[in-house]
């Protein structure tokens, strides 16, 4: 019998999101069960009816999201492990479909190991509250990925970094991708408990203005079309937020790009409006 799982482009994507999984723990960034990943998979699954859909779990959302019903999301599981995942994902993730009322969800399993073993990451009324508000603002953005990447994180626990005009000058300023690549800068959203509608509700503001963002104190979420130019936005960022830190440990002051320099390379890319 065909199930959603032989949907090869679905498969692709399980496939990326395993690599992605592999790269934030190499990179240090997905201590323990840090980090999750969805994707809405509207564009995939737009024409599939699950046979026998009740026979899946189904769990109440806190929430209604009327924008997302009838909708399928892949999403990393609760308490899973990133290094577990990129070598056996469909064991630590999982695809939900949202009800037609859009008030709860069904864990559509491969097989019966996971309709108990597996739920969806404590981050899901984030990750589904962002994926509907890109949904009704006409965004192609399908893809959100939050993670502990350490030199970003260090620079939000200082005062001095809190600002987001001040952090995006020094980040723009230490490699000439960082303008080109984020040119809406990242957004700083305050310290909230994770997992909360308080830090959902900042989180989806604060995106107006910002495809990344940074957690204070806890981590970033960033959000694009396509899972590795997602993963892009942080790593190019965190690479400046490295060459900074390296150069305060080294014991002198990082003489950044120039205004006039920044300047020149937004004309010649094209980007900020130019
Ligand atoms: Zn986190």
């Known amino acids: 019998m065909n199930t959603i799982f032989d949907n090869k482009q679905l498969q692709e994507k399980i496939h990326d999101v395993a690599e992605l999984a592999d790269y934030l723990w190499q990179k240090g960034w997905a201590e323990r069960n840090a980090g999750n990943i969805s994707i809405n998979l509207c564009d995939i699954l737009k024409d599939v009816t699950v ?23 892949f999403v990393t599981g609760t308490g899973k492990r990133m290094r577990d995942l990129a070598r056996n994902p469909l064991l630590n993730a999982c695809v939900i479909r949202i009800s037609d009322k859009g008030d709860s969800y ?7 190991i996971n309709f108990y073993e597996l739920r969806p990451t404590s981050e899901l009324p984030t990750h589904l509250g962002i994926h509907e508000q890109m949904v009704k603002n006409g965004s192609k953005n399908r893809v959100i990925v939050h993670t502990h990447p350490n030199e970003l994180i260090a620079l939000s626990h200082s005062p001095m970094y809190k600002s987001e005009d001040v952090l995006n000058r020094i980040l723009w300023g230490m490699h000439p991708e960082s303008v080109i690549v984020v040119p809406r800068g990242v957004g700083m959203v305050p310290y909230e408990i994770p997992g909360t509608t308080d830090i959902a509700e900042l989180t989806i ?14 981590g970033c979420l960033a959000v694009g079309e396509e899972l590795f130019d997602t993963f892009d936005l942080i790593d190019t960022l965190s690479k400046s937020a490295q060459i900074f830190i390296y150069a305060k440990s080294a014991g002198f002051e ?13 004309k010649a890319f094209h980007v900020g409006g130019y």
């Open 51 to 73: 046979t026998d859909l009740e026979k899946y779990p189904e769990f109440k959302l806190k929430k209604a999201l009327p924008g997302l019903k009838g909708g399928f999301f």
């Open 106 to 112: 069904r864990i559509i399993s491969q097989n019966d």
């Open 205 to 218: 503001k604060a995106l107006a203005d910002h495809d990344v963002l940074i957690w204070e104190k806890h």
């Open 254 to 266: 990082p003489e950044g790009l120039t205004e006039n320099q920044l300047l020149d390379l937004k």
